[in-house]
């Protein structure tokens, strides 16, 4: 603990701080081990990630590399539905947990009032081209994209679209409650399982992409999905997506791709 301290303070401030807040800067102290324990804070925060869901255990798996960056994360949902003095707990929970981050949110309701330090909220739709342009053109590309919001099946497709794009190389774009491919409420299909309009079949697809050298088709040209996708993780419920390079090559097939471009986000 005292390495950590040092490592972020002189020990003259530190003895400055414990004068100023004394017990209080003790009983702080003693809770920085559980600020790296998403399970701890995800119950402290009244964030579902644990509890109703099992998430906070993969999320810690996936996103603890991350933990000390100056990163940009970007959720969408707030929670609380349409009241406007309930929710954020989950965006509480990321603060804590990246303490030099950025985390940045988007709810169809007004969600104003539940902005902090760190905390940025913006309104509008998740299909909405125009409100998602105006938030990466002010915060730039985002590190973590999570979709945690309206769960409709089309909606998801359409999001991860357009923002998979406008994610940072090398960062990870998660589904949260995929579960919804099965509901036909939400434009999901429990009969036919291979039906291409759920959000779980579509992430499947993905699938393909990691191995598109393989295909061994001369006229194939690689999507930008195939391009900047090395890794797909499925939990229940869950799904995480990494983004980088794909420029494995085959050891089978004669595809080259040295002259790709990985950047045109208009090849889909």
């Known amino acids: 603990m005292k390495q950590f301290l040092l490592k972020y303070f002189s ?8 004068k100023k807040y004394g017990k209080f800067f003790i009983f702080c102290i003693r809770c920085i081990p559980f600020y790296g324990n998403l399970n701890i804070l995800s119950l402290v925060f009244g964030s579902d990630k644990n509890g109703g869901h099992n998430y906070t255990q993969h999320y810690t798996k996936h996103f603890k590399k991350y933990r000390f960056k100056k990163i940009k994360l970007f959720e969408i949902g707030v929670g609380g539905y349409d009241n406007p003095d309930f929710g954020g707990h989950s965006l509480r929970m990321w603060k804590k947990y990246f303490p030099f981050g950025k985390i940045v949110s988007l709810d169809i309701f007004d969600k104003s009032k539940l902005q902090e330090n760190r905390i940025k909220i913006y309104q509008g739709s998740q299909i909405d081209e125009e409100v998602l342009n105006k938030i990466v053109s002010e915060n730039g590309e985002f590190d973590l ?11 998801i497709i359409t999001t ?10 090398g960062g990870i774009y998660v589904i949260e409650d995929i579960q919804t491919s099965y509901w036909e409420s939400m434009g999901g299909d429990n009969k036919n399982l291979n039906n ?3 959000a779980m079949n579509f992430c499947k697809s ?3 992409c990691l191995n598109y050298s393989e295909f061994n088709n001369p006229e194939y040209q690689p999507t930008f999905f195939d391009l900047n996708i090395v890794e797909i993780h499925f939990y229940h419920n869950l799904v995480f997506i990494y983004k980088n390079r794909n ?9 080259h791709i ?4 990985y950047e045109n986000p208009d090849c889909k």
Do not use: A, C, M, W
Request: glycine share 2%.
């Open 196 to 198: 291409p309009s759920t």
């Open 145 to 155: 994209i999570i979709d945690d919001g309206s769960h409709i099946n089309e909606h």
């Open 11 to 18: 020990v003259s401030k530190l003895k400055e701080i414990r």
């Open 160 to 169: 991860f679209k357009y923002l998979y794009p406008k994610l940072k190389e």
């Open 258 to 261: 040295n002259d790709i471009s």
């Open 206 to 208: 993905l699938t393909d």
């Open 247 to 255: 420029f494995e090559r085959s050891n089978l097939t004669q595809q």
